[in-house]
């Protein structure tokens, strides 16, 4: 299960706290637990009665969730392995963006939808992205693997593998990729 691979990436940045310090302590592990029990219900089997009551659970849990910690993931977005919530709050994902595995994000961030008509949509992210604090990203995009969208930036155009994006609008300043932010 990928709860399980989040548990270990955040040992792994808190040097190797134990699980109950990191569950009394982070509230992106908290947002993650929900996110994740609530996925996995949305994408099982289950009889579509129960699936539903299920899913009216998960959905009261994500607002308490969304109330004390300030991040907001939708259980149909799909986020790979080892996704880590570096801060608390202001965190909004549409529920239609999908993420790669071995991301971080940090607090301020916003992935979501724009555009008009054929050009609405929401981004992909790639595998090993690092997003910065209060960085945005929005509309039908796709985001590289191993790229960093630097604090404050803003993207709407697509970017290819191992790009560093600074600026508003974000513009590429090198291919360094993500090696030393993840």
């Known amino acids: 299960m990928s709860l399980k691979s989040d548990f270990i990436k955040y040992k792994k940045y808190s040097g190797n706290k134990s699980s109950l310090i990191?569950?009394?302590?982070?509230?992106?592990?908290?947002?993650?637990i929900v996110y994740?029990?609530?996925?996995?219900?949305y994408k099982s089997s289950l009889l579509k009665p129960f699936k539903i009551i299920l899913l009216g659970f998960a959905?009261?849990?994500?607002?308490?969730?969304?109330?004390?910690?300030?991040?907001?993931?939708p259980y149909a977005v799909d986020i790979g392995e080892r996704f880590y919530i570096g801060h608390f709050g202001n965190i909004i994902i549409n529920s239609k963006v999908?993420?790669?595995?071995n991301c971080n994000i940090?607090?301020?961030?916003?992935?979501?939808?724009s555009g008009r008509g054929e050009k609405r949509g929401v981004?992909?992210?790639g595998n090993n992205v690092y997003i910065g604090v209060n960085a945005v990203i929005v509309g039908p995009i796709i985001i590289g693997d191993n790229c960093v969208i630097a604090a404050n930036s803003?993207?709407?155009k697509s970017i290819e593998?191992?790009?560093?994006?600074?600026?508003?609008?974000?513009?590429?300043?090198?291919y360094n990729s993500s090696k030393d932010y993840i």
Request: aromatic letters at 4%.
């Open 59 to 73: 959905v009261i849990n994500q607002k308490w969730i969304e109330i004390i910690t300030g991040i907001s993931i």
């Open 36 to 41: 994740r029990i609530s996925n996995k219900i």
């Open 123 to 125: 981004p992909t992210i």
């Open 106 to 113: 940090s607090q301020g961030v916003t992935i979501g939808i």
């Open 22 to 32: 990191l569950l009394c302590t982070q509230q992106g592990l908290w947002a993650l």
């Open 98 to 101: 999908k993420i790669g595995d």
């Open 154 to 156: 803003l993207v709407t």
């Open 161 to 174: 593998d191992n790009a560093v994006i600074v600026g508003v609008p974000g513009e590429i300043i090198n």
